[in-house]
């Protein structure tokens, strides 16, 4: 993994409008930074997506992973916003400029070539994955997870209510969206903190959250 740049450390969202508003003439600093805070919502994915347009302006330029998902968005937003010269991301198999984005591995795709299937752990069919359970067995569209934990949400601010009771569940629940955008991503951040509740409280939190963001 590369280091990260002082500059990324220091002010992830400043490096990342100053390379915006340098591939795009016109593009206001303050427009550009409220884009970056609208893509990633906290300090951690902030520094990956500012290091990986360190490591790689040209993906302002091409719009071609491989890059976090994160850059994916924000490429995605910035089209929406107006954006000429930057590029839209664009399919790693044939070049086609997306507007939603199919992940595999730090690649995106379109439909024609999206995530390979895999053999559903309860039906066995090779389908492509809808969703993955506890232990990372893959499951089809029809076939959900023996034993479902219930909403990610609910579990973290049971989590959260016995370490300050005070905190209130709405306010947990728009924080864990912020921090997991995906439903994935939700449900793997609720299970680090069932197995390690400390986080929470532990100076290893912010390691942490890479595991489960972007």
């Known amino acids: 993994m590369t280091p990260l ?13 100053g390379l915006l508003c340098g591939a795009e003439p016109g593009l206001d600093r303050q427009v550009a930074g409220d ?15 500012a290091q990986a347009l360190v490591d790689k302006p040209s993906l ?44 595999r591995g730090q ?3 379109c ?25 990372g067995r893959p499951h089809c569209q029809a076939c959900q997870p023996e ?12 989590i959260i209510a016995v ?12 924080a864990v969206r912020a921090a997991a955008p995906g439903a994935g991503q939700r449900r793997r951040l609720a299970w680090v903190l069932q197995d390690h509740p400390g986080l929470l409280t532990g100076p290893a939190r912010g390691h942490q959250s890479r595991r489960y963001c972007g």
């Open 5 to 17: 740049a002082a500059e990324v450390l220091a002010d992830p969202v400043g490096v990342v409008a």
């Open 35 to 49: 884009l970056v805070r609208g893509v990633a919502a906290g300090r951690a994915k902030r520094r990956r997506l």
């Open 60 to 103: 302002l330029a091409d719009g071609r992973s491989p890059a976090p998902r994160v850059a994916g968005d924000l490429l995605i937003a910035l089209g929406r916003a107006g954006a000429v010269a930057i590029s839209p991301p664009v399919c790693a198999g044939c070049g086609k400029q997306l507007r939603t984005l199919q992940r």
């Open 107 to 109: 690649d995106w795709y």
């Open 111 to 135: 439909g024609a070539y999206g995530p390979e299937p895999e053999p559903c752990a309860r039906c066995g069919l090779s389908r492509p994955v809808c969703v993955r359970d506890r232990a």
């Open 147 to 158: 034993g479902s934990d219930g909403d990610p949400a609910a579990i973290v601010a049971g």
């Open 163 to 174: 370490i300050d009771p005070g905190v209130l569940p709405e306010t947990v629940a728009v």
